[in-house]
């Protein structure tokens, strides 16, 4: 018999100390993140893995890093005057 099945016939003990769940503040922040900028419903977040949803909101907050630096070194056409 296998060390990690010796204790409890029948049962697979992974877990010494049980499993933890997610942090229900961050999974809240991430489902308003991804709300807010794809408009997706509380059951398309919910049904997406952890790693995935981790994943989109990488990607989203990628954009606006992008987004920042750019910003920082070019104007805006809306910035631009007749003349320069």
């Known amino acids: 018999m296998s060390l990690l099945r010796a204790g409890t016939p ?14 229900e503040k961050e999974l809240y922040r991430e489902m308003a993140f991804l709300a807010y900028y794809y408009h997706w419903s509380r059951e398309e977040i919910l049904g997406l893995p952890h790693m995935e949803r981790r994943r989109w909101c990488e990607e989203i907050s990628a954009i606006h890093k992008a987004k920042e630096t750019v910003s920082r070194t070019e104007k805006s056409i809306l910035e631009w005057r007749v003349g320069q």
């Open 10 to 23: 029948g049962v697979c003990k992974f877990y010494t100390g049980g499993i933890t769940s997610y942090p």
